[in-house]
């Protein structure tokens, strides 16, 4: 079962949950997602096994969805912010690691469909398809870095 689905199951059975969903929705995105893990939690105490994150984008995916009117259902800068800011930390610390002839044949090019996709993904308020393209990115970065270090190793 997915989360959305799980999620609808709950809010079906729950007037509470649903309350709580609306709440979370009209107050603002980061409300919604900062209370991600009491969804995960209910849903994993009815036999689901979902990470944090994937409750986290099935609940704004419904907020867009159930709620369009709500400030959770807008686009939400500063999260979309905080992903990119993590996974750019994660690269720093990898780069920052190289010497100056890996850093020469580093060829980060390779980001550039997934670059693309994150830009789709803002323009279509889609944070699943975020937050994939955004992992995409970040693994095509990290696989550069690696085929760099190799290549710079090897001159």
């Not at 999620?7 to 409300?31: D, I, M, Q, V, Y």
């Not at 709620?67 to 690269?91: F, I, N, Q, V, Y």
């Not at 020469?104 to 803002?122: F, K, N, T």
């Amino acid at each position: 079962m997915k989360a959305r689905t799980a999620l609808l199951e709950l809010f079906k059975n729950s007037s509470g949950w649903r309350a709580f969903f609306r709440s979370c929705c009209e107050t603002s995105p980061s409300r919604l997602r900062s209370q991600s893990w009491q969804y995960c939690d209910k849903l994993n105490d009815r036999g689901n096994q979902f990470l944090v994150e994937e409750v986290e984008d099935a609940l704004l995916g419904l907020a867009g969805e159930l709620l369009p009117d709500t400030s959770a259902a807008k686009w939400d800068a500063e999260w979309a912010h905080d992903l990119c800011r993590d996974a750019l930390g994660l690269l720093a610390k990898r780069y920052a690691e190289f010497s100056t002839a890996e850093t020469e044949v580093l060829d980060l090019s390779v980001q550039d469909e997934w670059d693309e996709r994150m830009h789709e993904a803002g323009l279509a308020n889609d944070p699943v398809a975020f937050r994939a393209a955004l992992d995409g990115w970040t693994q095509a970065g990290l696989q550069a870095i690696e085929r760099s270090r190799i290549k710079g190793g090897a001159a």
